[in-house]
């Protein structure tokens, strides 16, 4: 089975997914929507889950770093309701406190510049999340 992990901003959503064997998360894209109108891109990500025939999605929850939920908390979990009101798949949230703070940090040692890093770190971030949901589930196994 194949697991699609998601990063959720206020304007574009990171996606990822993992190979058949649920081992290596691999970055896919980063889809683009209006301020905090997620539902936009729901075509486009039915057609990536359908594509790889996912079984879950994994989306990061973006606690605060002292564990506290916040506003980006609150879209997060509206945006799972979207999810789960247009698609017959789990969906399970993963803590995603630093991912977008390493995905820059990966993009910055590979010397890559601001503009492009801008266009990338959703995706990393989303790469990030699921192959922490994908370890941790294999230390569990």
């Given at each position: ?101 390493s995905a820059n940090n990966i993009l910055i040692s590979a010397d890559i510049s ?6 990338k770190v959703d995706t990393i971030a989303a790469t990030i999340i699921l192959q ?10």
């Amino acid at each position: 089975m194949r697991i699609i992990g998601l990063d959720l901003g206020t304007k574009t959503l990171g996606v990822a997914v993992s190979d058949n064997t649920e081992t290596i998360s691999t970055g896919l894209t980063t889809l683009r929507f209006e301020e905090n109108k997620p539902s936009m891109i729901i075509d486009d990500l039915k057609e990536i889950i359908n594509y790889y025939n996912a079984g879950l999605i994994v989306i990061g929850l973006p606690k605060n770093m002292n564990n506290t939920l916040g506003d980006a908390v609150t879209r997060t979990r509206e945006f799972i309701k979207v999810l789960n009101n247009n698609f017959d798949i789990k969906v399970v949230e993963q803590d995603e406190r630093l991912s977008s703070v390493s995905a820059n940090n990966i993009l910055i040692s590979a010397d890559i510049s601001r503009k492009k890093r801008k266009k990338k770190v959703d995706t990393i971030a989303a790469t990030i999340i699921l192959q922490s949901y994908l370890d941790k589930r294999k230390e569990r196994k």
